[in-house]
T-cell receptor, first 109, second 114 residues
Framework: GQNIDQPTEMTATEGAIVQINCTYQ??????LFWYQQHAGEAPTFLSY??LDGLEEKGRFSSFLSRSKGYSYLLLKELQMKDSASYLC??????????WGAGTKLIIKP | IAGITQAPTSQILAAGRRMTLRCTQD?????MYWYRQDLGLGLRLIHY???????GKGEVPDGYSVSRANTDDFPLTLASAVPSQTSVYFC?????????????FGPGTRLTVL
């Protein structure tokens, strides 16, 4: 079966750095996405990785290792507005997105 | 219209009733999707359409139907609603001709079936 695993919840302090991990087992791999979802709102696109390595975009970076079936999202200089759920999704061999249940990130002052 | 819109925003429905959730996008994206999101679970694909005139079944299609008469609209119909269809429904679209084929989401419809 296909499976995406992420921690259910994480807590971090304003101004700090947090790393959210995602491991996956899917039938084929055609890219990995990270989305941010604030409570009661729609998911919004953060990053896309298809090759191994680190993609940096401002305070957010995403890393991929295809051989390990592993990705992480790194958030630097945390702000209160970063409190949200972070969703990991993998595009499988059928070009459909398989979604993790999301990691709820709580930022404390 | 900018992006994707969904209607209604929320709805309470009696079991057994028929309901259509509307989704419209103005980005001229060829692909559209319907997902449901339930607490503790990832987004699950109900139906999708790669281009106007075609549709396909996703992971959880039972009890739902879709149509894609044109590029912009992708309605989702519950023929006879059941309480297990209580969920938040998101419509999304993507340009599958673009490299990443990133999906963009509508604001969602919160549906309660009693």
């Amino acid at each position: 079966g296909q499976n995406i695993d992420q921690p259910t919840e994480m807590t971090a302090t304003e101004g700090a750095i947090v790393q959210i991990n995602c491991t996956y087992q899917t039938s084929g791999f055609n890219g990995l996405f990270w989305y941010q979802q604030h409570a009661g709102e729609a998911p919004t696109f953060l990053s896309y990785n298809v090759l191994d390595g680190l993609e940096e975009k401002g305070r957010f970076s995403s890393f991929l290792s295809r051989s390990k079936g592993y990705s992480y999202l790194l958030l630097k200089e945390l702000q209160m507005k970063d409190s949200a759920s972070y969703l990991c999704a993998v595009r499988d061999s059928n070009y459909q997105l398989i979604w993790g249940a999301g990691t709820k990130l709580i930022i404390k002052p | 219209i900018a992006g994707i819109t969904q209607a209604p925003t929320s709805q309470i429905l009696a079991a057994g009733r028929r309901m259509t959730l509307r989704c419209t996008q103005d980005m001229r994206h060829n692909a559209m999707y319907w997902y449901r999101q339930d607490l503790g679970l990832g987004l699950r694909l109900i139906h999708y359409s790669n281009t106007a005139g075609t549709t396909g079944k996703g992971e959880v299609p039972d009890g739902y139907s879709v149509s894609r008469a044109n590029t912009d609209d992708f309605p989702l119909t519950l023929a006879s609603a059941v309480p297990s269809q209580t969920s938040v429904y998101f419509c999304a679209s993507s340009d599958s001709s673009a490299g990443a084929d990133t999906q963009y989401f509508g604001p969602g419809t919160r549906l309660t079936v009693l």
